[in-house]
């Protein structure tokens, strides 16, 4: 099975994406196939598999991420859409998407799954550094999930005027654009000084959750080209 539509891939403007404000961002629908899409959902992996990160202190006094996550390895064990999905991200065509986007050859990417309960949120915040930017995709549906519950990711405008070492409410922000996270829809945006982000406080039954996978873009350090050369990194299969 196929699980990204090149189609649609084909059909986003990379300099439309780039010239985006307050950064780059683009939050397309149906970059999964439909059946591809319904088979990842139908296989998520087992929250038993999920650490928990509650309570986590984080840099500059930011609220804590409430919130199960799964990070990806070699040796995890996951159904099979879910293995052939992460091997096609790890291929060409979507490292050469990422490329012509990010404008940044020497990346690697990591894998999350992130499943979020009631009463949590992620409080606004750039990216490290270290990363080149983030592509979310989404996996909660009108079948289970309430759009009146939240659980959208926020794309938040400073005006360039918030140190990003710092902790400001969402009220601080002059504008907030949420993106469409119910439903076949994913959301690319690059990493910049201000490329602020995060996610109010959801409110749903207590047996349901927000459930998103993430890659993570991450730059190469000279320490990780040279690991490539000896072929030791496990990172994507190109890129």
Request: glycine letters at 6%.
């Amino acid at each position: 099975m196929t699980y990204l539509n090149s189609e649609v891939l084909d059909s986003i403007d990379a300099d439309a994406y780039r010239q985006q404000r307050p950064y780059p961002w683009v939050n397309p629908y149906g970059l999964l196939h439909e059946e591809a899409y319904e088979c990842l959902i139908d296989s998520l992996p087992d929250l038993s598999l999920f650490n928990t990160t509650f309570g986590r202190a984080r840099k500059y006094g930011q609220k804590s991420h409430d919130r199960y996550t799964l990070k990806y390895h070699q040796d995890l064990i996951l159904p099979a859409p879910w293995t052939e999905f992460i091997r096609e991200l790890q291929g060409k065509e979507y490292g050469k998407f990422l490329e012509n986007f990010l404008q940044y050859r020497s990346f690697e990417l990591d894998f999350f799954w992130f499943y979020t309960p009631n009463g949590c949120s992620i409080s606004p915040h750039c990216d490290h550094k270290n990363k080149v930017g983030a592509h979310l995709f989404y996996f909660s549906t009108l079948t289970d999930w309430n759009p009146e519950w939240g659980g959208e990711t926020l794309i938040l405008d400073d005006g360039g005027d918030i140190d990003r070492k710092s902790a400001p409410d969402f009220e601080a922000f002059h504008h907030i654009i949420p993106s469409q996270a119910i439903g076949n829809y994913s959301l690319l945006f690059s990493r910049t000084p201000n490329s602020w982000h995060g996610m109010k406080e959801i409110h749903c039954p207590e047996d349901c959750m927000r459930k998103v996978f993430m890659v993570a873009i991450k730059r190469l350090t000279p320490i990780d080209r040279l690991s490539r050369v000896f072929g030791v990194s496990q990172a994507s299969e190109r890129y």
